[in-house]
């Protein structure tokens, strides 16, 4: 299933979700539609399926790089790096999601939704406690972090593996420009 996952994110970052067709899938991983169909309800699933996954991931990957409980300021920065991470090891997957969310329909996408305010909470909640203890600037928290996880999302666009840009260069510039803008002199 991995594979079929692996080349519909391909498929659907290249032409787009309605641009793309199972067959194109069917095709790429060497399979007839109708032995496609084993593993997905629809083409519709299928994307569920990715959109579903990227940000289940990315959540986990924010959760295990972060102690909710340690300090507001080192545990931002240390987000900050997984997002950044995430983004480069996931850029299509990321990709798709940022250009496709809106296509999920009904449950499906109030089901990401709910997912991804979890994501994003885990931002927001350390910005309200460094504002609370005074490390951080005044300001709605969910606006902050809106405006730095756009900044940091947008790496999908630019950002390819055979750069000469070292990624961990792009962490530190990141944290720097972010936490700078947040942090009181």
Not at 72 to 101: C, D, S, T, W
Not at 132 to 150: C, E, H, R, S, Y
Request: net charge positive; aromatic share 12%.
């Amino acid at each position: 299933m991995e594979e079929v996952l692996h080349s519909a994110a391909k498929i659907f970052f290249s032409k787009g979700f309605h641009g793309t067709t199972i067959e194109d899938v069917a095709r790429d991983v060497g399979m007839l539609k109708g032995s496609l169909y084993y593993y997905i309800k629809s083409k519709e699933d299928l994307l569920y399926q990715l959109l579903y996954s990227v940000i289940e991931q990315g959540d986990a990957y924010i959760a295990q790089n972060i102690d909710p409980a340690g300090d507001p300021v080192v545990q931002l920065k240390r987000a900050i790096e997984a997002q950044v991470e995430y983004i480069m090891q996931n850029r299509v997957r990321v990709g798709l999601f940022l250009h496709e969310f809106d296509t999920l329909s009904g449950k499906r996408q109030h089901k990401v939704i709910a997912l991804m305010t979890r994501y994003n909470n885990r931002f927001v909640e350390l910005v309200r406690r460094g504002q609370a203890q005074g490390k951080f600037t005044d300001g709605d928290p969910v606006l902050i972090v809106n405006g730095f996880l756009g900044m940091i999302n947008w790496i999908y666009r630019w950002f390819h593996a055979e750069d000469t840009t070292e990624p961990r260069e792009i962490k530190r510039v990141f944290v720097r420009m972010i936490m700078k803008g947040l942090a009181k002199d």
